[in-house]
């Protein structure tokens, strides 16, 4: 399978605005547009020394810092929507005809929100644009029936379902929930993993990312959407409902976890690196501040970490995790599992040494191996069909 996504049929309207802006005082920027921004629904995603971003759904708007205090000729990048990749590279290929310099080449964009086809040029007369595609749903994949389902509070979900390859109905099933910054798409892989071992998959994409409705909200919702998927999983004929697993990476571990709390019918949840007290993490990872600190306050972040509701969570929980993640430390699994033995719930913690946030293909090997045989512990029991 290429890693390139084929193109879909689109049913809901490309759109995309974007800006970058150079500043002399970063600081003082950013303290004066949010105070205005968060009126148009843009709050802050991420933030470092020399830039920091607003973001709304698939609008953005990124100031960056002068690097000697002064903004230079050029400092304002305007983002122009295109109708699809080839309209990408059309415009591309012309501008780079026409004298201008490539700053980026045509190519998918998966950073902050996914979903984006981009090229980014400067001018002769030293005006910097960007040229993007956005991805207008979930594009097709060979094979895989692209579904619609209801979510919580009116929320339409959209996601992949994924045909067993092994076994004979009715089969256990599993919901893959992806991370912040990804999409249903980018679970491909695993999904195709567990489809060859027996397991019908609904790859969710979250509320608030591409194929869903609504806002993202860290946890909030989310996991209440993914109730409202379970019972809808259940209600396949070809799912065994009582052989249900749910798996979430990053923040999708976070919202796996929150939603195991909501005590749905699953029997297993597996987290690999999840956020599990935003408390912890918003101090010890620095960048994450600006983006929570426009989230919530200090109970709403407690409100969406898991380890303030282990006493809620009652099936056996696996806990994967990098020992160099800076991005989600370590210590959110350690503490999470600490605290969930110590309220006498299953738990495991696999620690994939040098890994980071987000794994290699050995690490992924590593943690597969140990998450499919998780798996198979939990789900190999047939319990027959129940109400």
């Not at 230079?72 to 290929?93: C, K, N, R, W």
């Not at 009652?314 to 990098?322: A, K």
């Not at 370590?330 to 299953?346: N, W």
């Amino acid at each position: 399978m290429t890693d390139t996504p084929p193109q879909s049929v689109p049913n809901i309207p490309s759109g995309y605005a974007g800006m970058t802006v150079v500043v002399a005082d970063l600081a003082s920027s950013v303290a004066y547009h949010r105070q205005w921004l968060p009126l148009l629904g843009f709050r802050r995603i991420g933030s470092d020394m020399d830039r920091t971003l607003f973001m709304r759904r698939y609008d953005h708007l990124m100031l960056r810092q002068a690097e000697d205090g002064r903004p230079p000729t050029g400092s304002l990048t305007i983002a122009f929507s295109a109708a699809s990749h080839a309209e990408v590279d059309a415009v591309y290929q012309r501008l780079v005809a026409l004298g201008a310099e490539t700053v980026s080449p045509p190519a998918e964009q998966a950073y902050f929100a996914p979903g984006y086809y981009a090229c980014g040029v400067r001018t002769p007369d030293g005006l910097r644009f960007d040229i993007v595609y956005r991805w207008p749903d979930l594009p097709d994949i060979a094979g895989v029936e692209r579904v619609r389902l209801p979510g919580a509070d009116g929320v339409t979900l959209g996601g992949y379902l994924f045909k067993p390859e092994a076994g004979q109905p009715p089969h256990p099933a599993l919901i893959l929930l992806h991370g912040f910054g990804r999409n249903a798409w980018t679970e491909r892989h695993l999904a195709e993993l567990a489809t060859a071992s027996g397991y019908k998959v609904l790859a969710l994409a979250l509320r608030g990312w591409l194929g869903s409705d609504g806002d993202s909200d860290q946890g909030l919702h989310q996991p209440d959407d993914v109730v409202a998927a379970i019972d809808w999983l259940r209600r396949l004929p070809s799912v065994d409902p009582g052989r249900i697993g749910l798996i979430g990476a990053s923040m999708g571990g976070q919202v796996a976890l929150l939603a195991a709390a909501r005590r749905p019918a699953i029997r297993c949840v597996a987290a690999l690196f999840p956020p599990t007290d935003l408390e912890h993490w918003y101090v010890a990872n620095p960048h994450m501040q600006p983006y929570l600190d426009d989230l919530t306050d200090t109970a709403g972040l407690r409100e969406r970490s898991p380890i303030y509701h282990v006493h809620d969570i009652d099936v056996p929980v696996l806990l994967l995790h990098g020992d160099a993640d800076e991005n989600v430390p370590l210590d959110q699994s350690l503490r999470m599992t600490e605290t969930l033995r110590d309220a006498g719930k299953e738990a495991e913690l696999l620690i994939v040494s040098g890994a980071s946030h987000f794994f290699s293909v050995r690490e992924n090997a590593i943690a597969r191996q140990r998450l499919f045989a998780f798996l198979r512990e939990h789900l190999g029991r047939r319990q027959g069909r129940t109400a």
